[in-house]
Nanobody, 128 residues
Framework: QVQLVESGGGLVQAGGSLRLSCAASGRTFDQFVMGWFRQDPEKERYFVATISRSGGNTEYADSVKGRFTISRDNAKNTVYLQMNSLKPEDTAVYYC?????????????????????WGQGTQVTVSS
């Protein structure tokens, strides 16, 4: 079992920044590919960003490229999402997810269906 706990959400004005954190416990963190997803009310959960086990490879949704940065600290069992130049359309509940991986260390995953564990989510609200 893996437990994921997100933090760092809140209310921010358009153009502002937030940094989300996701602390993991339960298994060796560097065995997991990590991802961030977001979900609007009554909508699907969409991919935002992912990072490989080593942290050397990342991928982003087109809507956040150049504004968001995903990173991880394997010594602290934590993954981060730095969000800059926030827009009202970024408003959503943000979820951290982990996927146990035996693939090459550069591997990352953009499909939510392949993730094994999810956090409870943290609300991000961007006012115009």
């Amino acid at each position: 079992q893996v437990q994921l706990v997100e933090s760092g959400g809140g209310l921010v004005q358009a153009g502002g920044s937030l940094r989300l954190s996701c602390a993991a416990s339960g298994r060796t963190f560097d065995q997991f590919v990590m991802g961030w997803f977001r979900q609007d009310p009554e909508k699907e959960r969409y991919f935002v960003a992912t990072i490989s086990r080593s942290g050397g490879n990342t991928e982003y949704a087109d809507s956040v490229k150049g504004r968001f940065t995903i990173s991880r600290d394997n010594a602290k069992n934590t993954v981060y999402l730095q969000m800059n130049s926030l827009k009202p359309e970024d408003t959503a509940v943000y979820y951290c997810a982990s996927m146990l991986s035996t693939f090459r260390e550069t591997y990352y995953e953009t499909s939510r269906r392949n993730y094994d564990y999810w956090g409870q989510g943290t609300q991000v609200t961007v006012s115009s």
